[in-house]
């Protein structure tokens, strides 16, 4: 009754078996790491050799609308070769920023292909009437005096806000990106400050008349609104003067006083009243 036998395991074969299997998945094994490790390592040298040398495929320029893409990529230095590598944040960045049009510019470069490039516009602290050819026109000027719009047409550039007059600049004739000498840039980033914070301290000021020195420097004459009465100060024109201006203004009205000038540049207010008219 054959059937009703077990057989034991041969030891031997078994071992065999074993030794000769191990082998075979060891070497499969090896095979299969050898070409995990090279298809990873062709990826890489896609990725951060091949592909970052290749012209970039994206460049986006954003923050100013209408302004023309073409000059934007000209004054960056970016053309159909560039690439990755060999676009420099920097460089990019302080190249447009000398445009007259772009106060600020941030570049960001998106491995391994892609770039971008977002622009801030210079932002209007004052404005000027100025003859250019045979005609008066509004010349408008950013915080460190450059000319970023001239005329009040959409096509000279971004629409401004309503600003106080600047009188006395004593120029003759005005461009786009124009610098005004440094001697101004101070006052116009205050009024910048100004009106970024505090709009309707600059709107209640119809004109701000630069009064020259004798040797050198100039102070301010200020004329509110819809004021007869003109308030003289130092150059360092700031939001405090502004109120103080505007609370002198009451009290002279509350008390019924008629004033021609007031003097601030000493820090003590004083002033010349103005004259009765005698028939």
């Known amino acids: ?111 391994p292909d892609r770039l971008q490039i977002l622009l801030e516009p210079r932002r209007p602290a004052a404005m000027a009437l100025i003859t250019i050819g045979d005609r008066l026109r509004p010349v408008y000027f950013d915080k460190h005096g450059v000319v970023i719009k001239i005329g009040n047409s959409g096509r000279d550039g971004p629409a401004v806000p309503t600003l106080p007059l600047i009188s006395g600049l004593g120029l003759e004739g005005a461009f786009l990106g124009m610098k005004l000498h440094p001697q101004f840039e101070a006052l116009f980033s205050r009024l910048e400050k100004i009106s970024a914070v505090s709009p309707e301290l600059l709107a209640s000021v119809s004109e701000i008349h630069i009064n020259w020195k004798t040797y050198s420097g100039y102070d301010l004459i200020l004329y509110p609104i819809h004021q007869q009465i003109r308030f003289r100060l130092e150059s360092d024109l700031n939001d405090d003067m502004l109120r103080y201006m505007l609370l002198m203004i009451d009290i002279f009205s509350s008390q019924s006083v008629t004033v021609d000038e007031v003097d601030l540049r000493t820090g003590t207010a004083s002033y010349i009243k103005k004259e009765a008219y005698s028939g």
């Open 1 to 111: 009754m054959s059937d009703n036998y077990l057989y034991a395991e041969d030891p031997v074969t078994t071992e065999a078996v074993k030794e000769n299997s191990a082998p075979g998945m060891e070497k499969w094994l090896k095979i299969l790491i050898f070409v995990v490790a090279l298809a990873l390592g062709g990826e890489l040298i896609w990725l951060f050799g091949i592909k970052a040398m290749m012209p970039l495929s994206s460049v986006e320029v954003a923050g100013i609308p209408g302004i023309d893409r073409t000059a934007i990529l000209a004054q960056a230095g970016i053309g159909s070769h560039s690439t990755y590598i060999t676009v420099n944040s920097q460089a990019v960045k302080d190249a447009l920023e000398e445009l007259y049009q772009v106060g600020s510019a941030k570049v960001i470069k998106r491995y």
